[in-house]
């Protein structure tokens, strides 16, 4: 089977998210479709699968044009996805999770399990996907919830499966296990469209490359003739730097000090188990680990945002366990959020306004009651300069600048005060491979002026390029202190996975 | 949103220079959301309001007189405009019902700016209202002293009534949209009971209606220089557009309004940028009581000269179509209640002209809310295309 998009156009007010876009995609190999946050990639797979209509082009399977009016029309022609967040009722087994919607049913429509559970066992043994047709999907971990997708998919029978960044949440071992499935699906004839912006992942496991760039399909690569730095250049259509340029860290006296720090998470599970961990100035300390291993509940923690339950926090020398974020704040501590649209911006309000979002109480930005606007507007200017903040100006909504940007107006924030210690939480998620590089330098900017750096990422490659010690955190406790020079990736991805404790010195 | 931050705007000069004042002022105009799908709103309100009028003269509907229909339509559309602006008699009757709506219309938007949900207006107002009646009948001296310590009560009791569901969702989660609307039930009861007790009951009455307000304790009136006493406009209306300014000059100019704007437009960046939820949800509902028990008080010490258990009516709730309809925003709502006023004051004369219902202007207004609640459906029919990131009016939903 051979699909192919033939000049896809899809506009949305004010955006060309797809512009004339071609792509073929053959039952039997793999194609990465890889490109930036932005580039299209998402909207050209939702109109792939029924779910948006082209204003223009075509989608033709084997020659025959395509009129695809819902995923449900997509399915039947053999159209798979499985989604960056998962479309699972944790409440139920595998087996009614898979079988949902296309129900074996009998007599007065009654669900018959055993049919179910033994069609779902024989897939899942055909594709060596090892499920338990009735275990509970709620319990099972991340990297098999995933494989349930898949199995959903192959269940209604899809010829071409479409993943939309299926290594987001896999841990370094899980995404190997994913590579493992995808060859195998592979050699049973479907063809794998693989959408990502890990470039590392799609010359590993794609037969192809299609690169796209501003909604546009900038070229087609074979991964045995292309490197990581020129897919890379590709993708954003200008020379750039992979790597970090920094000197070896020279650090001082201690800036942040965790002593025995307990802490609960919303559900009222120990989130974080007892954890001490020292950040001197001069450092940056990453903190590696798959999401959900208690990173989020140690930054609000450590940020006035939850109270902890016990032990103690300072910042050279002045202790803010229990202080509120605005005392954290006092206290010469910046916070880069992991959600820069939840937390980090008020994303209605002008960047103006966003620039002093942490700092409008206090001078030169207001007196008492009164905000003092011009001296904002010019604080905003200078930033938005300073920062090379891309926005039409500085009264333009946040919300309507990109990732990127959006991301260098909290960095210029919270970089132009004096700090301590900077707190960076997924500083470059989301952000364009331009705006990553520049972030990155700020942050090692920031460490060079004495700054204490707590990185928390859950992108090893982010941790291993900035951080001068590397911990690692699972299930709420540091399992690893690491520093940069003794370690590698595939080490800290044993201690990710919580293969391997290290022996507390 | 600021003078500078034009929801949809690309259109600001580059970094160089900040647009002039009048330019900035155009901008935040001029956008499809803050004003073209309001005035959509309304003219698909009037239209709808044709097929209305023409079902209410059912005997030439059944008969067939098209002709007829259709001038009864002009006529009824006429005459709601003349009673509402053509005539000296007509706009000081369309002030006089827009100055209550204002005030109550002020303390809905205060609330959803903070992303909150007001539906006390009716309960703040009863509240100050009765505050302001009894300084203004127990009181006696120069009016210059009487009026505003009247006025001064029935804000002070509509803070203090507006603070409990503030308190009440800060320190127990209640939500407030219950709180409110139990709390206007209990106003009403309480209002009724006071009404009946010695100290408010006029003598010889035994409705419960309270004493009347002394001569110079009562809001001056507008046009009592022409010593037309049939023109009741009162000063009620001049608080009522100070109080606009005051909403618009505390969202902008302090950083109380900033807060309660974050607040509003994204609770957790508030938190994170240090800002006290509890702190702001409390102050909003303060200030809402605030306006409210100002129209209370106007309504009291103004229009009507005493209290009776209805005299709040259902402002409290036209004002959240106020609000909703100018978005919250000061000018907007000054509009809105503009608006309002005038077809309320128009809906007498049609009705009395031309025998068309005053019920007409309960329907148009109905239908006003019910089309700016569904943009998409006005998009649709008008054919306007979405421009930016809709700003519609947010408050926590249910349960938040």
Same mark, same amino acid.
């Not at chain 1, 049919?115 to 066992?121: D, F, G, K, S, Y």
């Not at chain 1, 011009?374 to 926005?391: F, G, S």
């Not at chain 2, 239908?367 to 089309?371: G, H, M, S």
């Given at each position: 089977m051979e699909l192919e998009l033939r000049g896809i156009t899809k506009r949305f007010p004010g955006v060309v998210a797809n512009d004339d876009v071609n792509l073929t995609i053959r039952t039997g190999e793999v194609l990465a479709l890889v490109g930036e946050n932005g580039a299209g990639k998402s909207t050209l797979m939702n109109i792939l699968y029924g779910l948006y209509h082209a204003d223009e082009g075509d989608i033709t399977i084997d020659g025959v044009t395509q009129r695809f009016e819902s995923p449900g029309d997509a399915i039947a022609a053999g159209i798979g996805m499985v989604h960056q967040h998962f479309m699972l009722v944790p409440v139920f087994t595998v087996a009614e999770n898979v079988v949902l919607g296309i129900e074996p049913t009998g007599f007065l429509g009654k669900l018959q399990r055993g049919?179910?559970?033994?069609?779902?066992?024989e897939f899942s043994e055909r594709y060596g996907l090892g499920l338990d047709p009735e275990a509970m999907v709620g319990d099972l971990p991340v990297g098999i919830q995933q494989r349930v997708e898949i199995l959903k998919v192959l269940f209604r029978e899809a010829k071409i499966v479409v993943f939309d960044e299926p290594t987001a949440v896999l841990t370094p071992q899980e995404i190997v296990e994913f590579f493992k499935i995808v060859e195998s699906l592979k050699e049973s004839g479907r063809g794998i469209v693989f959408i990502t912006h890990k470039l590392k992942e799609a010359l590993h496991v794609a037969d192809r490359i299609a690169v796209l760039r501003r909604g546009k399909t900038v070229g087609e690569a074979d991964p045995k003739d292309i490197d990581e730095l020129s897919l890379a250049e590709m993708m954003v259509g200008r020379a750039v730097q992979l790597t970090v340029d920094k000197a070896p860290a020279q650090p001082g006296d201690t800036t942040l000090a965790i002593k025995d720090l307990h802490v609960i998470g919303t559900d009222g599970r120990t989130q974080v188990d007892h954890i001490s961990l020292d950040v001197r100035a001069g450092e940056i300390v990453g903190v590696a680990g798959?999401?959900?291993?208690?990173?989020?509940?140690?930054?609000?923690?450590?940020?006035?945002?939850?109270?902890p339950i016990s032990g103690t926090v300072t910042v050279a020398g002045v202790d803010i366990t229990d202080a509120g974020p605005r005392e954290v704040h006092d206290a010469d501590v910046g916070h880069i959020p992991e959600d820069r649209q939840r937390e980090g911006l008020v994303g209605a309000f002008s960047v103006a306004e966003n620039m002093v979002l942490t700092d409008y109480h206090s001078e030169p930005f207001s007196s008492s009651?009164?905000?003092?606007?011009?001296?904002?507007?010019?604080?905003?200017?200078?930033?938005?300069?300073?920062?090379?903040?891309?926005?039409?100006?500085?009264?333009?909504?946040?919300?309507?600048?990109?990732?990127?940007?959006?991301?260098?107006?909290?960095v210029a924030r919270e970089l132009s005060r004096d700090l301590k210690l900077l707190i960076a939480s997924q500083p470059t998620r989301g952000v364009d491979v331009g705006s990553i590089e520049y972030i990155h330098a700020q942050i090692v900017k920031e460490r060079d002026a004495g700054v204490a750096v707590l990185l928390v990422s859950t992108e090893l490659d982010e941790v291993m390029a900035l951080a001068d010690r590397v911990v690692v955190m699972f299930r709420g406790r540091i399992v690893a202190n690491l520093a940069r020079g003794d370690t590698n990736h595939s080490e800290v991805g044993l201690y990710m996975a919580g293969a391997k404790e290290q022996e507390p010195a | 949103m600021t003078e500078l931050s034009s929801q949809t705007d690309p259109v600001v000069a580059p970094n160089a220079d900040r647009p002039n004042a009048f330019r900035r002022f155009v901008n935040q105009i001029d956008t499809t959301n803050a004003v073209v799908l309001p005035v959509l709103a309304f003219l698909?309100?009037?239209?709808?309001?044709?097929?209305?009028?023409?079902?209410?003269?059912?005997?030439?509907?059944r008969d067939g007189d098209i002709g007829g229909i259709i001038s009864t339509i002009i006529d009824a559309y006429v005459a709601l405009i003349q009673g509402a602006f053509l005539s000296l008699n007509g706009f000081n009757e369309t002030l006089v019902a827009m100055t209550p709506l204002l005030l109550a219309g002020l303390a809905v938007a205060i609330t959803f700016r903070a992303g909150l949900f007001n539906i006390g207006g009716t309960g703040q107002m009863l509240m100050g209202g009765m505050g302001a009646v009894f300084v203004g009948f127990t009181m006696s001296g120069p009016g210059i002293i009487q009026v505003p310590l009247a006025v001064l009560a029935g804000m002070t009791c509509g803070i203090l009534y507006g603070i409990i569901p503030g308190v009440l969702k800060a320190r127990a989660k209640v939500h407030e949209v219950i709180s409110t609307i139990m709390l206007n039930a209990i106003a009403a009861s309480f209002v009724l009971w006071l009404l009946k007790t010695d100290t408010f009951r006029r003598e010889g009455r035994q409705d419960p209606i309270s004493k009347l307000v002394n001569p110079q304790g009562r809001l001056p009136t507008l046009f009592g220089f022409l010593d037309r006493p049939e023109l009741r406009a009162h000063l009620g209306i001049v608080i009522a557009l100070s109080a606009a300014v005051f909403f618009w000059w505390l969202l902008e100019r302090t950083t109380l309004g900033f807060e309660i704007r974050a607040q509003g437009a994204n609770p957790d960046a508030a938190r994170y940028a240090g800002m006290r939820p509890g702190h702001?949800?409390?102050? =909003? /509902? $303060?200030?809402?009581?605030? &306006?409210?028990?100002? #129209?209370? +008080?106007?309504?009291?010490?103004? *229009?009507?000269?005493?209290?009776?258990? =209805? /005299? $709040?009516?259902?402002?409290? &709730?036209?004002?959240? #179509?106020? +609000?909703?309809?100018?978005?919250? *925003?000061?000018?907007?709502?000054?509009?809105?209640?503009?608006?309002?006023?005038?077809?309320?004051a128009g809906g007498q004369k049609m009705q009395v002209e031309t025998g068309v219902p005053v019920d007409l202007v309960l329907i148009l207004r109905a239908?006003?809310?019910?089309?700016i609640a569904a943009p998409q459906l006005m998009r649709a029919i008008w054919r306007v295309k979405a421009e930016g990131a809709a700003a519609a009016p947010s408050f926590g939903g249910w349960g938040s």
């Open positions: 049919t179910a559970n033994r069609q779902v066992e798959v999401q959900g291993n208690g990173q989020s509940e140690l930054v609000e923690a450590l940020t006035g945002l939850r109270m009651y009164r905000m003092h606007w011009p001296v904002a507007y010019a604080k905003a200017e200078e930033l938005v300069e300073q920062y090379d903040v891309r926005t039409p100006s500085i009264a333009a909504a946040a919300g309507t600048l990109s990732g990127g940007n959006q991301q260098k107006v909290i | 698909s309100a009037l239209i709808v309001g044709t097929v209305v009028i023409a079902l209410s003269d059912i005997d030439q509907l702001l949800i409390i102050t =909003s /509902f $303060a200030i809402a009581g605030a &306006f409210a028990g100002l #129209a209370g +008080a106007s309504e009291v010490l103004g *229009t009507q000269g005493r209290a009776t258990q =209805s /005299f $709040a009516g259902s402002i409290g &709730f036209d004002a959240i #179509a106020v +609000a909703l309809l100018g978005r919250s *925003t000061p000018i907007g709502t000054v509009l809105a209640a503009f608006l309002f006023g005038a077809l309320q239908l006003i809310v019910l089309f």
